[in-house]
């Protein structure tokens, strides 16, 4: 382990600095976000350092496979799963999601997936197929990991850039995955939704549940909505 310092949370701790994905208001605002039961077995697909277990196994979940393709990633998850009081319902996996073939099926299976579609590469190897859809896991090949190993009666959650949800949503509808609600996040007041949180099924919904997440105010301070919705995870709120 490096010397880095963890980060903390109020129930838990992490080390993220070896992870191609460090802890991130995305990855956050999507644990908080998602709603579980007691008895969810849970899939989380790009897992990185494990934060979306952690946050998930705090909420009650029952058991989280983690999974990714990055080594270091999962090394670091490890601990990380390790040092937390969930270390028994939590399994990390390292490997192509593509080639995770359990017995069981998930209720629940979440994923901060790589997404950047029309941006340029970056310049390291792990971060590029960590970050981009062309090389790491396209929305064809995400949804058809999801079909293949959510129950049917199980909810997929995923957060994504507004720009190319639109894209995602038009494959997972064209592969049976239907959209049954929608938080559309605003980066400040004014502004556009830079990102949505997302949640799909099988089954077509009568009626998609929208809402809209503001993180600052036009003073650039978080606002009281973004205080009260993480008041259970973040230190000092």
């Given amino acids: 382990m490096t010397d880095a310092r963890p980060f903390h949370f109020k129930h838990f701790s992490l080390y993220h600095h070896r992870s191609t994905m460090k802890v991130g208001t995305d990855a956050i605002l999507l644990g908080r976000w998602v709603e579980v039961r007691p008895t969810d077995v849970v899939l989380d697909i790009g897992t990185g350092c494990g934060l979306l277990p952690l946050m ?55 994923s901060n997936p790589p997404f950047f579609v029309h941006f340029s590469q970056c310049d390291s190897a792990r971060k590029s197929r960590a970050r981009h859809t062309d090389a790491a896991l396209s929305f064809e090949a995400l949804c058809g990991v999801v079909t293949r190993l959510l129950k049917p009666d199980g909810r997929f959650a995923l957060v994504l850039p507004a720009k190319e949800s639109e894209q995602f949503l ?68």
């Fill in 56 to 110: 998930l196994s705090q909420k009650g979940v029952a058991q989280v496979d983690a999974v990714d393709i990055d080594k270091a990633s999962i090394e670091e998850a490890t601990i990380n799963f390790e040092a937390s009081q969930w270390r028994d319902q939590l399994k990390a996996y390292c490997m192509d999601i593509a080639d995770f073939h359990p017995e069981k099926k998930y209720d629940l299976i979440v």
């Fill in 170 to 237: 038009n494959v997972a509808d064209a592969m049976g995955l239907f959209l049954h609600k929608r938080m559309s996040i605003i980066p400040i007041a004014g502004k556009e939704a830079n990102r949505v949180n997302l949640e799909l099924g099988f089954e077509s919904p009568h009626s998609i549940f929208e809402e809209t997440f503001v993180i600052r105010g036009a003073d650039n301070r978080f606002t009281d909505q973004y205080n009260a919705f993480l008041k259970d995870f973040y230190l000092g709120l």
